[in-house]
């Protein structure tokens, strides 16, 4: 069955360094996600991406946050100067271009993001 | 907007009891609604869904949910609990802004615990 696929499972990086986290969506889809998840903390929606354009952005997805589809496969999320509190889980998800009743997002199995 | 609430943090039920995780939801529009299972260090896997039709709706595990429009609910139910079934469990409904990339806002999660 495809699945979303994402890497590294972990990153570690310092404070003010720029982190790429990738992910390869399910090939036949069309609309790609980002959530973030704080340990303990509840997921949350950061960005969609639709027609190589993002489409909706949450009040978190600052200046600080991009993300691209560079190639027809990959979609990645760069942080361009990481802070402590960027430290969490990230999602990806993927769906395709299916009838609205059809509707579902299937994630990847996140990256853990340590900003130390 | 659109928001979910998930009553009770954490719920524990015995091995073979029933299983009862409650979800409000909040909506301007039709809600789309998901249940979605996350073991530990895990992804997010779909458990079931709500968009149209049946109010009624079976997932994966012996899981159901019912939507219930008047009472804005979907909880999620299952008639005999299993050791496997500890984990947590996000209420998630979809985000509407027009477009067809919409996110999913998520409630706060529910930790089932199930003991021997």
């Known amino acids: 069955e495809p699945e979303v696929t994402q890497t590294p499972s972990h990153q570690v990086t310092q404070m003010g360094q720029e982190v790429i986290l990738r992910c390869v969506p399910i090939?036949?889809?069309?609309?790609f996600y980002w959530y973030r998840q704080i340990l303990g903390q509840k997921v949350e929606f950061l960005v969609s991406f639709y027609n190589n354009e993002i489409s909706e952005k949450s009040e978190i997805f600052d200046d600080q946050f991009s993300v691209e589809r560079p190639d027809g496969s990959n979609f990645t999320l760069k942080i361009r100067s990481t802070k402590l509190e960027d430290s969490a889980m990230y999602f990806c998800?993927?769906?395709?271009?299916?009838?609205?009743?059809?509707?579902?997002?299937?994630f990847g199995p996140g990256t853990r993001l340590t900003v130390t | 907007a659109q928001s979910v609430t998930q009553l009770g943090s954490h719920v524990s039920v015995s091995e073979g009891a029933l299983v009862l995780l409650r979800c409000n939801y909040s909506?301007?529009?039709?809600?789309?609604l998901f249940w979605y299972v996350q073991y530990p260090n895990q992804g997010l896997q779909l458990l079931l869904k709500?968009?149209?039709?049946?109010?009624l709706v079976k997932g994966i595990n012996g899981f159901e949910a019912e939507f219930k429009k008047s009472e804005t609910s979907f909880h999620l139910t299952k008639p005999s609990a299993h050791m496997s079934d500890a984990a947590e469990y996000f209420c998630?409904?979809?985000?509407?802004?027009?477009?067809?990339?919409?996110?999913?806002?998520f409630g706060k999660g529910t930790h089932l615990i199930i003991q021997p």
């Open positions: 998800a993927s769906r395709d271009r299916g009838l609205s009743s059809s509707y579902e997002q299937y």
């Open positions: 709500y968009t149209t039709g049946a109010t």
């Open positions: 909506s301007s529009v039709p809600p789309y």
């Open positions: 998630a409904v979809r985000k509407y802004s027009g477009g067809g990339a919409d996110g999913l806002t």
């Open positions: 090939s036949n889809h069309l609309y």
